[in-house]
């Protein structure tokens, strides 16, 4: 029989023997770790049950050891790939004649049976009923345990599910939560990579290549009427797939051969194929608004052909969640039948997922979708790989081409100055200036696509950014008698228009510019150079962010001392003039810069 040795690679784990009930029949214990039942887990293909479920307490991957998928996928063994040869070895046969013969009767009956519209309504209602024993019974009950069923309700789905003929709940369950451990991998009885037709019928008309994953079904051992659904299969899928929808149809208006091939072969051709394209459909069309690192999608078609099952991205996400759908208006039989039986008292415990925790889901999907767009979108150039040009040489630039300076970058405008909507002269206008007010709205307050338009053209970054913009912005005060020698003499300083504006600043604006400026003679010019961008910090901030800043109040950082003429007390902070916080906010980042290099 089956051996029971712990394989080697989980030997240092605590082994804790199965109850008594379990070793006596092991046979029919939940499925083992497929290490530990040796060469069965390969025939573990749907089958008729033949013998009762043993309750147990035991989990069957209560032993599994932290490196379960990876060993397994690595060492257990495979079926050689089907071929035209070892075709007829490999076919399952209770399966494959069940999936042929039917589909076939019903073919057969369509053609010589007499129409009848009561039989053709009973087959749709008998499907709906059988569709439902599936789906709210074998998944969302028991393979998920979405809700709580009373008793009545547990057996008339057990019947139900059994008119569907897709095995016992327990075998059926059983290979489900396998399919939602291992989605997607070769431990998936069902696995989509393997293709669609694989994962539609192919893994029951074929012996299964490897030994599924293990999954826990211990709790449906010790669930009274799982365990007589199993026992009682057999007669219960002949009596509830043919027998039964025969009987209504005959007793009810006399339709026998009717009630045969339409509600018995023709629907239960339908259920099992609604049934399996939630395992190739909803795992192939559609989208994947939750996560997209598995196969299962969300789509309104494979809902109507899956009596709801369709929002499968949703369910794979949140599967002891009772509905699929969770939008009231998208198509789910399913979770309205279970929210009706809740109504009556017979289901209760409905889980649903927090609503947070769906739409965190969602949210990080839109994200994702979002950096894909932008991934299709050309961005201007970064400041981190556009030049510095110094005021100076922009100017000189400027007369050989039309640049103007927007924001501390510079744009080279010469395609664009035709087009400008305000007319080209504006623009002529603005050409070796620094046009950042009237672009913003000094004399014409630019949309936003305007300001991606003109992000487009930029060829530079302005050597001290909007500092110029600051300098200009200044009354004129005194000649720059006050200037240090070492500062004019800098090479960040020695434009005539710099200068003076080094003889504008206040006290405390110099203290920072001396500090800044011994800092640049300590450095060999390399040095320089590759510091440079130190002043571009100003330039990460985009435009419209930087007139953010300029607007409001300027927060000082620790230790940053502010000077008597610009002061120090929240009042003054408020008065500080748009140049003003402007210098200050471009000092501030100078000197975290400098500290940080
Ligand atoms: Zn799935
Ligand atoms: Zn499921």
Known sequence: ???????????????IDPPLAD???????????????????????????????????????????????????????????ITFRNVLQNINWVSFLVLTVTPTLAVFGCFTTAFNWKTALWSVIYYYITGLGITAGYHRLWAHRSYNASVPLEYALSFAGAGAVQGSIKWWSRGHRAHHRYTDTKLDPYSAHEGFWWAHVGW???????????????????NKVVRWQHKHYLP???????????????????????????????RLTFVH??????????????????????TPRDHFITALVTVGEGYHNFHHQFPMDFRNAIKWFQYDPTKWFISTM????????????????????QYTMKLQRLAEESGEITWPTDSNHLPVISWDDFKAEAKERSLVVVGGFIHDVSSFTEEHPGGAHLIKRAIGTDATTAFMGGVYDHSRSAQNLLAMMRVGVLYGGMEVEHLKSRPFESPAST???????????????NLVGVARMSKQERELELELDSYRNSISSAEIEKHKTYDKTTLHIPPSEMLVIARSTPRRR????????????????????????????????????????
């Open 23 to 81: 070793r006596a029949n092991p046979a029919f214990s939940p499925p083992m770790t497929p290490e530990q039942i040796g060469g069965k887990g390969l025939d573990d293909v749907p089958s008729l049950p033949p013998s009762p479920i043993v309750p147990t307490n035991t989990p069957s991957d209560i032993n599994i050891p932290d490196n379960y998928v990876t060993h397994t996928l690595a060492n257990q063994k495979h079926r050689p790939p």
């Open 558 to 597: 620790p230790g940053f001392q502010f000077g008597d003429d610009i002061g120090s007390g929240p009042g003054s902070e408020q008065g500080l003039s748009r140049s003003d916080s402007l210098v200050s906010v471009t000092q501030a980042q100078r000197i975290g810069e400098l500290g940080s290099l």
């Open 483 to 497: 200037a240090s020698p070492s500062i004019a003499s800098s090479s960040a300083f020695s434009s005539s228009e």
């Open 273 to 294: 194929h609604s049934t399996f394209c939630v395992n190739s459909l909803a795992h192939w069309l559609g989208e994947a608004p939750f996560d997209n690192k598995h």
């Open 342 to 361: 809740a109504l009556f008292g017979l289901a209760s415990h409905l889980k649903k997922f927090p609503d947070n925790e769906i739409k965190k889901g």
């Open 236 to 266: 219960l899928m002949i009596f509830m797939g043919l027998i039964f929808p025969m009987a209504v149809a005959g007793f009810g208006w006399g339709d026998w051969r009717g009630g045969y091939f339409f509600a018995g072969a023709a």
């Open 204 to 222: 029951m008309i074929f012996k299964p290549r490897t030994k599924i994953g293990v999954a826990d079904i211990s709790d449906l051992t010790r």
């Open 1 to 15: 029989m089956a051996d029971t040795s712990p394989p080697e690679f989980i030997a240092t784990t605590k082994r």
